[in-house]
Structures are given as C-alpha cells and as structure tokens.
DNA sequence: TCAATAGTGTCTCTTAGACAATATTGA
DNA sequence: TCAATATTGTCTAAGAGACACTATTGA
C-alpha cells in the first residue's frame, strides 16, 4: 500500500571551531534504519508539540547537545521517495554555529556516540544522503561570509580581532592577508573593543572584542 | 483531534518579464480556503505521483501554465500551524523563470483567472503567507542576479545586448551604466553571438545572441 | 541631414592583495 | 636583547561608476 503522507523531518548540519578548523557535528545511530553508521542529527517533526520546523530543529538540537539558542538557518529541503529506506521522505536541512568554547560541554551531555567531522574529509560516509547535505550546508555557510558577513556565532564571548581572522579562514578554507581583513573590519559596528580589557602573553598585547548587541549574522 | 501528518505542497514565485519590467504569476482563487483571493500558484505533495517535491512544482506548473521545461529553484520552506486554516502545514516555496515570448500562451491556457503581478507592489495582498513568500522569492533571485548570474531564462532565444541589460535591470530593479554592464559580460561564455544576424531598426543594427548551450545560471 | 540606438573609450575612485614597517609585551 | 604576535602603512593592479565619444542605420 502506498503512503500517503511523507515523513517529515529536520538535520541539522551543526559547526563549531576545534582548534581554529572548522568540524560538523555527527551522531552514530542507534537505531534502524542505518543503525550504526554516522549521520547527521535529525529528528521526526511532532505537530503536537513544534510549531515550525525551526522548532524541531531547536528541539532536537537541545536534546543532543543539551545547548540552547544556538543561531540557526535552514539551507534546503530535500525530498525522494527513495532517501530514506522507510518511504517517501522530506527533510528540511538547517545549519546551526556553535560558539567554540561550548564544544566540551556538547561532547559530555550526549549518551550517544559522537565526533566532530572534517566536512571535507570522504571518511566516514554518512548515511542516507546526508554526506550531500552537509556539503550543501557547508557552500550555504561559506556563502553567506564570502557575502561579508562574520562568522561571530563560532567564537566565545570575547575574542580577538586574529581569533575573527582565524573563524573567517577556518569557514572559508583558505588565507586571507592580515592588512586586507582587518581593513575590511575596520568600521565593522558588529565588532566592540572592551576599553581596556587585553590579552596578554609574551608578545604585544592584543585588544579584546565582544559581539554588538544588535548583531545580525 | 490532532493531525499527525502536516500538508505539504509546492508553491511557485513564476517570473517573467512584460515590457521589460518584472512581474510575478498569481492566481484567483477558486476553491476554499481564502476562496476568490489572488494567490501563488501552488499544489498538494501526491507521494503516488511525484518522485520529489520538485516534481510536484513541475506538475503544478504544467497544470497552470502549460509550459514545461522552466528554470526552477528552491528558495525557501514555510512551516506552522496557523499559516492554513486546515491545520498544521508545510509548503516548500520555488522560483521559476519564464522566457518573455512565452507570456501570451500562459495568459491563453489557463481556465482560472490569472494576472501578472508587480512584486514590488502591495496591490492586492495576497492569501496565506503568499505575499511574504513572493517577497523571499524575488530576494533570491535578486541575489543569484548580484552575485553575477545573468538571468537569460526571461529572455527568448535570440536577444541583443540591450535585452539582456534591460532584465538585468527589471530583476535589480535599478539602473546599470552601459559601459560598465558591457565591460562586465565582455568575456561571459554564456553569451554567443550570431555570426551575420542582426536587429534592423532606425538606429545602428544590433549584433543578436543566443545562449550557450552549457549555460548554468 | 537628423533622430535613435549600438558600441567603445577614458577618467577617477574604491578596494583587494602583497608585502613591509613599526609597536609592545614576557622571558 | 630576542622571539612572537599586534597593528599600521604603502604600493600596485583590477574593477565599478560616470560620462563622453564614435558608429550605423532608417526616414
């Protein structure tokens, strides 16, 4: 017989920085289909309780990472009756960015196997076509800082001007010359120095930044 | 009682130009609900017949306009509750590009009231979400324009390069120099010229193009 | 000839990239 | 002092906008 009705569900292609690389959350599955293979984490869409798919996303997102208020954006929906091996399927993929110093406490909330995966790396393959979502996340995501925007959401509370330098190149995947970025960010009203807070080692001391309140990725 | 299953449809942002400015396909409504309103063009998911939601646009488009073969992207998903008063829905929104010539056969084919809408305008307001969705839609493919693509599906197959700069403009909806739009696809292999055809007028004749045949926008 | 549009050239200003120079700390 | 990183400055080349100029047709 056949559905008629598709089964719905939000990924989430989740990034975060690990020492200055850029890596994406996956989730070894327990259960059917594909049980046992990495993918990325998603969930059923539950009508009762969700009132937009952003909230199945934000839903999901806490009950694997245990993190909240995470900045999210959806990237595409994908749909085939052959995608999942359950029937017809539709999903709506999101990427979210995770501040970097969150990292640890998302590794220690989950009871599921997890790791932190290179998305350019071929190794593992993800299940489903989630290896091809996640590529679709990733060109959404370098798109939109190609277009200017600062990739703040990766970085903790305060940070440096080369910590921003650092999370731009680690998104894009390529160099970009010291002089040209901080040109570019020179009249950015996203960026607030901290008067007088500095970060101090054995060198020049660098001056500390934090996020405008009125920041929009 | 709850729904368990969402409604899921297609509804399509159709673009083309007339008289060189850009207008929107919309549709009068006449079925419940929001009955003898204007509309987007838009249908149910039938799992049985589509092998994707992409298939589902295409299906509804032929059904609409009689016309295959569109340019057609996603642009966005729209999700919740209360966006259809039958209950908790999910309508993944595309745009479509329709060559100008082919205009006239849309406005023929079709047995529900149509017109061509300025998307800029707020006359009349449309059903649902429609009008916000119309919105997205133009701002993705304004987007897509900006980042370089030019938007060759508006145009018939034959074109100079004055047609080209004009939809160019009705997508941006601003001006461009003609020199620096010139400079600009000096070098876009997309653009061949016809050896020996020309547009004939009162005025110096006009090299006519064609679009290559590997022509991605 | 004139009106009208096609097509090209020139100037300036902005910006990105490459790269160098200077500044300030801890050890 | 030295190593290391922060911060600023300079040169150049490419590209965009403004604008003017030339070219070619029908009437």
Request: charged fraction near 25%.
């Amino acid at each position: 017989m056949k559905k008629l009705f598709p089964l719905v569900t939000a990924d989430i292609a989740l990034f975060t920085l690990k020492e200055d690389k850029l890596r994406a959350l996956i989730i070894r599955r327990e259960n059917q289909p594909a049980q046992g293979e990495w993918a990325l984490p998603g969930g059923i869409l539950q009508p009762e309780a969700d009132t937009s798919l952003d909230d199945t996303a934000r839903r999901v997102l806490r009950s694997k990472t245990g993190v909240d208020t995470l900045y999210l954006e959806q990237v595409m929906t994908a749909s085939s009756p052959d995608r999942d091996p359950r029937g017809w399927s539709l999903s709506v993929l999101y990427y979210a960015l995770l501040p970097s110093d969150l990292v640890p406490a998302v590794a220690g909330i989950s009871v599921e196997a997890i790791s932190w995966f290179d998305p350019e790396a071929t190794d593992p393959q993800l299940a489903f076509d989630h290896g091809m979502l996640l590529q679709r996340a990733l060109t959404t995501l370098r798109k939109k800082v190609r277009d200017g925007a600062l990739p703040l959401h990766l970085l903790p509370e305060q940070f440096t001007l080369t910590d921003v330098q650092h999370a731009y190149e680690a998104v894009l995947g390529s160099r970009i010359d010291k002089g040209a970025f901080r040109r570019k960010i020179k009249d950015e009203p996203s960026l607030l120095a901290i008067d007088g807070e500095l970060l101090r080692g054995p060198q020049r001391p660098a001056q500390i930044y934090r996020t405008a309140d009125d920041f929009k990725f």
